[in-house]
């Protein structure tokens, strides 16, 4: 089964950016569509950012334009550059996998530690 570890979260101020890393072990990432979900306190788990196997990539309308996935096949990892982050991008972020990308959907119920973002405003 497909196992992933987030890393790259931290503080930031309103207006800043980080970048998340999502590395997979053991299989290649490559071949399978890895998404990008959060979970603010005290709400439920929402779809953030989305890319399928053959690179289509999908974003959530409150982070279009500002955050962007992409993957480094070298690296067998996945990343989240977000940019312009804002006090309600507050949350953990996990990576997952597979993932069908149009419908947010996920159907297994491992998901690993996340990473943890606060956006200070």
């Known amino acids: 089964q497909l196992q992933l570890v987030e890393s790259g979260g931290g503080l930031v101020q309103s207006g800043g950016s980080l970048r998340l890393s999502c590395a997979g072990s053991?299989?290649?990432?490559?071949?399978?569509?890895i998404g990008w979900f959060r979970q603010a306190p005290g709400k439920g788990r929402e779809g953030v950012s989305c890319?399928?196997?053959?690179?289509?990539?999908y974003y959530a309308d409150s982070v279009k334009g500002r955050f962007t996935i992409s993957r480094d096949y070298t690296k067998n990892s996945v990343y989240l550059q977000m940019n312009s982050l804002k006090a309600e991008d507050t949350a953990v972020y996990y990576c997952?996998?597979?993932?069908?990308?149009?419908?947010?959907?996920?159907?297994?119920?491992?998901w690993g530690q996340g990473t943890q973002v606060t956006v200070s405003s």
């Open positions: 890319i399928s196997g053959d690179g289509t990539t």
């Open positions: 053991g299989f290649t990432l490559d071949d399978y569509a």
């Open positions: 997952v996998g597979p993932v069908m990308c149009a419908d947010w959907y996920y159907e297994r119920d491992y």
